[in-house]
């Protein structure tokens, strides 16, 4: 019977294996043609998160699911690189609330999310154009001109996400990710500590650092921690942050946690205000289809046309993603 249930266990998983390989596959080929565009338009262009992990960091792609293609473009090029996909037959989805970021159909039928910044306007000091700076370029990988970000940075970057998601679903799986980079990178706990320091998230460390120590207890995050800078204050803003984002969760007050850990208390509130702008800024924009958003306006109406077809019942123009040829 036992034997049994594990062959049944296996066939079951087969498919969901067969289907994470098959989207990772498709992952770096849509990561390929992004890259091909920005390099006809002489734009910088790097990988992050999901699809920078199945090509530096797993074996196996399967390992890795991901649903979308994530990358980063300098911020003064962002509306020229949103132009030139959408010329190269993207289709518009979503504009972020937070105004950093937009979602496009590609031709390939997976959604690529374009980012000019890692973190929304006021939070911590990570620019993208430092970066950039960092970075080194690739062409070996696919073929085609990648900016890889410096290992620092993209440790950096899993740190403020995992605040700024409170942790998301599976904290543990996101820790685990943490500690694997940096183990293939051979990262220094005492040099990224310093890092996070200089980029303004020492306080986004510390928590997430401590929360390594207590649910995986791997010796890179006590190392890490020990060797942040000496403050009281941030200790007392992390173990507050902890408690605040379970019980504020539901509410509209669910943003207030992650900006509590920005490199000081008034660096926060003017994250939290400016965050609270950019969605008004959002919402005005939605109202008015798009107008005044420039490169951004297409993604405006798209969602306008949306809304009005749902309260037709009729089918939703481009809900769907287009289908590959």
Avoid at 164 to 181: A, F, I, M, N, Y
Avoid at 233 to 252: H, K, N, Q, V
Wanted: proline share 6%; net charge positive; charged share 25%.
């Amino acid at each position: 019977m036992t034997r049994s249930r594990a062959a049944a266990a296996t066939r079951r998983e087969l498919p969901a294996l067969a289907q994470r390989f098959a989207t990772s596959v498709m992952a770096r080929e849509v990561l390929r043609d992004v890259a091909r565009v920005m390099a006809d338009e002489r734009i910088a262009v790097m990988p992050l998160k999901g699809v920078l992990f199945q090509l530096l960091l797993y074996a196996d792609p399967a390992e890795r699911a991901l649903l979308d293609v994530d990358v980063l473009v300098p911020q003064a090029e962002f509306e020229r690189a949103v132009r030139a996909l959408l010329q190269a037959g993207y289709q518009p989805r979503s504009a972020g609330q937070s105004m950093i970021e937009c979602a496009l159909w590609s031709p390939r039928g997976m959604v690529v999310d374009l980012h000019r910044q890692l973190f929304s306007r006021g939070r911590y000091r990570l620019t993208t154009e430092a970066v950039f700076r960092r970075a080194s370029v690739d062409e070996r990988l696919l073929g085609v001109p990648l900016h890889l970000a410096h290992p620092h940075d993209t440790a950096a970057h899993l740190v403020g996400k995992f605040v700024s998601d409170h942790e998301g679903s599976d904290p543990v799986q996101r820790l685990e990710e943490l500690r694997r980079w940096a183990e293939r990178f051979s990262i220094d706990p005492w040099r990224f500590a310093r890092h996070l320091s200089a980029c303004g998230m020492a306080r986004a460390g510390r928590y997430t650092l401590q929360r390594g120590v207590e649910l995986t207890g791997h010796r890179f995050f006590s190392a890490a921690l020990a060797a942040l800078p000496a403050d009281p204050f941030g200790r007392a803003y992390a173990r507050l942050a902890r408690r605040l984002m379970s019980e504020l969760a539901p509410t509209s007050l669910a943003p207030l946690p992650a900006h509590l850990l920005n490199s000081s208390l008034a660096s926060g509130g003017v994250s939290l205000a400016l965050s609270a702008l950019e969605r008004a800024r959002h919402a005005w924009l939605s109202r008015r289809s798009g107008q005044g958003a420039d490169a951004l306006q297409p993604f405006f109406r798209h969602r306008k046309l949306a809304e009005a077809a749902r309260q037709c019942g009729r089918a939703v123009p481009l809900e769907h993603p287009p289908v590959a040829h």
